[in-house]
Nanobody, 127 residues
Framework: QVQLAESGGGSVQAGGSLTLSCAAS???????????MGWFRQAPGKEREFVGG????????NYADSVKGRFTISRDSAKSTMYLQMNRLTPEDTAVYYC?????????????????WGQGTQVTVSS
């Protein structure tokens, strides 16, 4: 069994930055090293939406249009950890952010393509 734990959320003013981390645990060796990973977010009253994803070796990344150019995903397979660097934050970025492990080597934008999920971390951006 694999567990994912997000950290780094908090409150920030518009224009600020935050970096989220997602640590995988539960097995020996490099956890999810052969799997894509993704970040999703869910604001109150809205569906969970894709933020961005990274493939198994970090060579390919994809982002939602709403965060492209502001957010950057990276991963350190040796540490079984994924990161989300968020810059130029706006109040519209306020949500609970979830990291997820994909079923395959690539990271899609479809919730059902992920079978491991963290508990989420709150990000609040004030104007």
């Amino acid at each position: 069994q694999v567990q994912l734990a997000e950290s780094g959320g908090g409150s920030v003013q518009a224009g600020g930055s935050l970096t989220l981390s997602c640590a995988a645990s539960g097995r020996s060796g490099r956890i999810l090293s052969n799997n894509g990973m993704g970040w999703f977010r869910q604001a109150p009253g809205k569906e969970r939406e894709f933020v961005g994803g990274i493939n198994w070796n970090g060579s390919s990344k994809n982002y939602a249009d709403s965060v492209k150019g502001r957010f950057t995903i990276s991963r350190d397979s040796a540490k079984s950890t994924m990161y989300l660097q968020m810059n130029r934050l706006t109040p519209e970025d306020t949500a609970v952010y979830y990291c997820a492990g994909a079923r395959r080597a690539y990271a899609s934008d479809v919730v059902e393509d992920y079978n491991y999920w963290g508990q989420g971390t709150q990000v609040t951006v004030s104007s």
